[in-house]
């Protein structure tokens, strides 16, 4: 008898725990993720047509009032640009500017555990990118996935859009005893622990992993693209071939 | 062989070896795999076609078992 034959009478029938517990949220599928990139779409469209017009209307009547113009046209250029920043910026491959190995206390020893770890769950295919970029690759139902300490981002099947996550690894809960006692540090996870616990979560249950998750933008893959470390960008080039597959 | 392992600031941590029929090792496995999940912690088994499932109750034929902390929405 398997392992999942043998476990079945114990699973969690509707995937993710977190997921059920969030009773009050709609349940992600792909209808969902299509509707909320057309709001997304519309939304931007919409910033970009309320900074523009005025811009265009000034110009026509006074050219002279160019710099009042000027600085509409900046508001619909740089609006769009820091939403995409923003879900970008959620994501943080490991390494990277704001990740976990960064932090004064980072000991080495854990980081190399964790990512020895995590590098046996991605598998050796993923392996070498994860080392390269920092993000993880897996493949879903829903597209191709980038994950990273704090969020993942979602590659969607034709490699076009690219939906970012914001999720992460939830405190500790405490015992009572440890509750009473307020110096007890909180434990900080090693990055690679971080990618791996929303590794799993994603394979467990990839709808419950986009319930859980909090949606922070939804767009063009490239202004996404460009706003990702350097190193970590040939991740989201792996990510859509994949996807457009 | 089995192994229960918990995710924590170590990297992980091997709470538990069992080998199939070695009931003193399954139990003990299992009274610590309880005590993980009474913590709030997600009991996690992956398969080689790369998915996961959730268990609440310890696989003795899985090769490894991940204990993880719940996620949540940032």
């Not at chain 1, 699973?11 to 299509?34: F, H, I, K, M, P």
């Not at chain 1, 190995?101 to 770890?117: I, K, N, S, W, Y």
């Not at chain 1, 493949?139 to 990273?148: A, D, E, K, N, Q």
Request: aromatic residues 6%; hydrophobic residues 45%; positive net charge.
């Amino acid at each position: 008898m398997s392992a999942r034959e043998a476990t079945a009478p114990g699973r969690v029938a509707n995937g993710l725990d977190e997921a059920a517990r969030l009773y009050w949220r709609e349940d992600a599928s792909e209808a969902t993720l299509r509707r909320d990139g057309r709001r997304w779409t519309a939304w931007t469209a919409w910033i970009v047509t309320v900074f523009c017009v005025p811009g265009v209307l000034l110009l026509a009547i006074e050219p002279l009032t160019f710099p009042v113009a000027a600085i509409c046209f900046a508001h619909a250029w740089a609006i769009p640009r820091i939403q995409a920043r923003r879900g970008a910026r959620q994501v943080v491959p490991i390494g990277s500017e704001r990740s976990a190995t960064r932090r004064a206390d980072a000991a080495g020893d854990p980081e190399r555990v964790a990512l020895g770890l995590l590098g046996d769950l991605v598998g050796h295919a993923q392996r070498d990118l994860l080392a390269a970029t920092g993000l993880a690759l897996e493949r879903g139902r829903l597209g191709v996935w980038l994950i990273g300490e704090q969020g993942a981002i979602l590659i969607r099947p034709g490699g076009r859009r690219v939906d970012c996550w914001c999720v992460r690894v939830a405190e500790q809960q405490q015992a009572p005893q440890q509750r009473r006692g307020s110096a007890t540090p909180r434990e900080e996870l090693p990055a690679g622990d971080r990618v791996a616990h929303l590794l799993l979560a994603l394979r467990e249950d990839e709808l419950g992993f986009a319930k859980v998750a909090n949606l922070g933008f939804s767009g063009a893959r490239w202004r996404v693209r460009q706003q990702l470390p350097a190193v970590s960008r040939p991740a989201v080039d792996a990510a859509r071939a994949a996807a457009g597959r | 062989m089995g192994r229960l392992i918990r995710l924590d600031r170590t990297g992980h941590t091997t709470l538990a070896k069992w080998r199939t029929g070695d009931g003193s090792g399954e139990e003990r496995a299992a009274a610590a795999f309880r005590a993980e999940l009474e913590r709030g912690m997600v009991a996690s088994v992956s398969y080689d076609d790369g998915t996961a499932e959730v268990v609440r109750k310890l696989p003795l034929d899985a090769e490894l078992v991940v204990l993880r902390r719940p996620i949540a929405g940032g």
